[in-house]
């Protein structure tokens, strides 16, 4: 079956985006305890390219597989599941990149690079990184694995918390608040 992109994220109510969410069926990757562990000789770039043995993975429907494949464990260690073997993956910054923002009846919608949809909130929080001058704002995504927003969506981001006032640079998603500014 040939794969079809989601709508724009910005043609999608909250509805839709959660309902499309909530339809989306991935491995139940947290199930399985593989015991072999092998180098997939695989690496995300910090731009979210996907390589493998050195050359770049240009098919975006083999990115979307693997990557939901995809745990990050406790040591910061990334890895792609099976229920045979787990295979360690390079990640140069995130796994994901988020590369568009939608924001709607009180909650941040984003589209990865993946086209998986995320909703910020508390099971996926933000977090800020980096320094107040040159920030990183990350995006909680699952297992363990983040999406760094690209450039233009934190700058929609950052927009939308100078354009909601208060003292602090801060968005609430929901009816969580994060703050934009690293610690």
């Not at 079956?1 to 909250?14: F, G, I, K, T, V």
């Not at 045979?84 to 390079?90: G, N, P, S």
């Not at 988020?98 to 996926?124: C, M, S, Y």
């Not at 001058?133 to 297992?143: D, F, K, M, S």
Request: proline fraction near 8%; glycine fraction near 6%.
């Amino acid at each position: 079956m040939p794969y079809e992109a989601p709508p724009d994220l910005a043609s999608l109510s909250l509805e839709q985006i959660a309902r499309a969410v909530e339809e989306r069926r991935l491995p139940p990757v947290e199930r399985w305890s593989p015991s072999e562990e092998i180098d997939s000789l695989m690496r995300i770039a910090a731009d979210g390219t996907w390589f493998h043995d050195g050359s770049p993975i240009n098919r975006p429907a083999m990115v979307r597989a693997f990557s939901s494949l995809l745990v990050k464990d406790d040591g910061g260690q990334h890895w792609l599941m099976t229920p045979q073997c787990r295979q360690a993956i390079a990640v140069d910054d995130a796994a994901f990149i988020a590369v568009d923002l939608k924001i709607a009846q009180g909650a941040l919608a984003f589209r990865l690079n993946t086209d998986e949809l995320v909703v910020a909130g508390p099971d996926h929080p933000l977090r800020a990184e980096g320094d107040p001058e040159c920030p990183a704002i990350y995006l909680a995504v699952r297992h363990g694995t983040e999406a760094r927003l690209d450039r233009a969506t934190w700058l929609q981001l950052a927009e939308h918390a100078l354009a909601a006032g208060g003292e602090k640079l801060e968005v609430t998603s929901a009816g969580t608040t994060f703050s934009l500014v690293p610690r």
